[in-house]
């Protein structure tokens, strides 16, 4: 591909970036890509974990691209023409997260609540009984995020910003962080934990582990870099930036 070619690429994704619509539009084939891109990672998995994972991976990555525009911006300026796209990023990634779920709660639980935080029936002591209680604690970081899903997709638009003031809207969209932390410390345990079980066999590490890795790992040092980069430029005064030092008084 020539360079006038992305030159021209980069034109209408930066022309597009200014409609809304355009920025569904662009995102939803970004996320339908991630998704069908991931099922074939999981190709040999049975039906219900190869969907419920495609879209779970699918919506970690498009959270992972909303918290990450803003700070690479403060390195590359051209990036700021992609900052609109990150409401558009955080919808669909609840879309996705949203769709996760429910595939596990028709597929994987059985719509049986009690089974999505770890119990199960006992029909010799006709009660619940804990059985798998890392299953339990991860699902139950999972509804964490998944409310905090919910919160945040309900108020990305400008009624709410305007219903709630602006101070109250940005405090609020700052859930975005918390909603990654809970993402990462859910799927870390489905990548790392879930399956490491005396009593039944352990199936080959997904392929995904050391990408899962990196990017959480990239998502820290982009972060902290802007802060640090942030920080220095705050601390900087007017006659600092000019190349000289006033004398005290």
């Given at each position: 591909m020539s360079v006038t070619v992305l030159q021209n690429l980069w034109?209408?994704?930066?022309?597009m970036a200014k409609r809304a619509l355009a920025r569904h539009v662009i995102v939803a084939i970004l996320a339908t890509g991630l998704v069908f891109g991931f099922a074939a990672v999981h190709a040999e998995w049975s039906p219900m974990h190869r969907w419920n994972r495609a879209f779970g991976d699918a919506s970690v990555i498009l959270i992972a691209l909303t918290i990450s525009l803003g700070p690479l911006s403060r390195f590359l300026r051209s990036v700021t023409r992609l900052l609109p796209f990150r409401r558009e990023l955080g919808i669909q990634a609840c879309l996705l997260v949203v769709i996760h779920a429910a595939i596990i709660l028709v597929g994987w639980v059985?719509?049986?609540?009690?089974?999505?935080?770890?119990?199960?029936?006992?029909?010799d002591l006709l009660i619940y009984v804990m059985f798998q209680h890392g299953f339990g604690l991860a699902n139950a970081?999972?509804?964490a995020a998944f409310a905090l899903a919910i919160l945040l997709a309900a108020t990305s638009s400008d009624h709410a910003m305007r219903r709630l003031g602006v101070s109250a809207w940005k405090f609020l969209q700052m859930g975005v962080l918390p909603f990654w932390w809970l993402t990462v410390a859910h799927v870390f345990y489905f990548l790392f934990m879930h399956f490491?079980?005396?009593?039944?066999?352990?199936p080959e590490p997904n392929p995904l582990r050391p990408w899962f890795v990196g990017l959480v790992l990239f998502v820290i040092i982009l972060r902290a870099a802007a802060f640090v980069r942030t920080a220095g430029r705050t601390r900087e005064t007017p006659s600092t930036r000019e190349?000289?030092?006033r004398a005290p008084n």
């Amino acid at each position: 591909m020539s360079v006038t070619v992305l030159q021209n690429l980069w034109t209408a994704i930066s022309y597009m970036a200014k409609r809304a619509l355009a920025r569904h539009v662009i995102v939803a084939i970004l996320a339908t890509g991630l998704v069908f891109g991931f099922a074939a990672v999981h190709a040999e998995w049975s039906p219900m974990h190869r969907w419920n994972r495609a879209f779970g991976d699918a919506s970690v990555i498009l959270i992972a691209l909303t918290i990450s525009l803003g700070p690479l911006s403060r390195f590359l300026r051209s990036v700021t023409r992609l900052l609109p796209f990150r409401r558009e990023l955080g919808i669909q990634a609840c879309l996705l997260v949203v769709i996760h779920a429910a595939i596990i709660l028709v597929g994987w639980v059985e719509w049986d609540l009690m089974r999505l935080i770890g119990f199960e029936w006992h029909p010799d002591l006709l009660i619940y009984v804990m059985f798998q209680h890392g299953f339990g604690l991860a699902n139950a970081i999972g509804l964490a995020a998944f409310a905090l899903a919910i919160l945040l997709a309900a108020t990305s638009s400008d009624h709410a910003m305007r219903r709630l003031g602006v101070s109250a809207w940005k405090f609020l969209q700052m859930g975005v962080l918390p909603f990654w932390w809970l993402t990462v410390a859910h799927v870390f345990y489905f990548l790392f934990m879930h399956f490491l079980s005396f009593h039944r066999a352990i199936p080959e590490p997904n392929p995904l582990r050391p990408w899962f890795v990196g990017l959480v790992l990239f998502v820290i040092i982009l972060r902290a870099a802007a802060f640090v980069r942030t920080a220095g430029r705050t601390r900087e005064t007017p006659s600092t930036r000019e190349g000289y030092v006033r004398a005290p008084n």
